[in-house]
């Protein structure tokens, strides 16, 4: 099983500012990667796929970059409702997800 | 807009089987490119994939839940379903419904549904 490990497990940013999530495979997973936004008792958002390609709807202020087994989500200027979980998941072999990030406000 | 809607009972008894259904509207449930899944959350903890079938009743299951796990779909209904048998206290959790595009991520889910486990 690919182990996708988040970092780190609570991110404190200010509203305005840029805040960046890592995510790290036990495995190569080439570009099979994908971010979700999480906000509590919400079903979660597909934000990224293919390490890079924004989903459908989603503001240009999320970004996606990595590949083989680093990735990074970053939110380039954090709005209110962004401070929520985020996980990442492969899909290069099943699927699994990182543990989650949570980002709050500081 | 795709919809996908869970149901079924929110507490299950130690020992007996689960079963959840997701009602899909909006949009067709034999897409080319779309497969139909099931991922659940514990309380505190982070998402689990479960499994995942196409239309055609084609079905993959986590090898950690695989002889517990049971993935059916009804095209005429336009509705998946999930039996998980034998549960203990570790499957109490919030469980989705979702598509699962091209095979790959996931991009409409359910709001999900909580089922607990106890006697």
């Known amino acids: 099983e690919i182990v996708m490990t988040q970092s780190p497990a609570t991110l404190s940013v200010s509203p305005g500012e840029r805040a960046t999530v890592s995510c790290r495979a036990s495995q190569s997973v080439g570009s099979k990667l994908a971010w979700y936004q999480h906000k509590p008792g919400q079903a979660p958002r597909l934000l990224i796929y293919g390490a890079s390609t924004r989903a459908t709807g989603i503001p240009a202020r999320f970004s996606g970059s990595g590949s083989e087994t680093d990735f990074t989500l970053t939110i380039s200027s954090l709005q209110s409702e962004d401070f929520v979980i985020y996980y990442c998941?492969?899909?290069?072999?099943?699927?699994?997800f990182g543990q989650g990030t949570r980002v709050e406000i500081k | 807009q795709l919809q996908l809607q869970e149901s079924g009972p929110g507490l299950v008894k130690p020992s007996e089987t689960l079963s959840l259904t997701c009602t899909v509207s909006g949009g067709s449930i034999r897409g080319s490119t779309d497969y139909w899944a099931w991922i659940r959350q514990p309380p505190g903890k982070g998402l689990e994939w479960i499994a995942t079938i196409y239309y055609t009743g084609n079905t993959f299951y986590n090898p950690a839940l695989q002889g517990r796990v049971t993935i059916s779909v009804d095209t005429s209904k336009s509705l998946f379903s999930l039996n998980l048998s034998s549960v203990t206290a570790a499957d109490t959790a919030l469980y989705y419904c979702v598509r699962h595009k091209v095979f790959y991520y996931f991009d409409y889910w359910g709001q999900g549904a909580l089922v607990t486990v106890s006697s």
């Open positions: 998941q492969q899909y290069n072999e099943w699927w699994t």
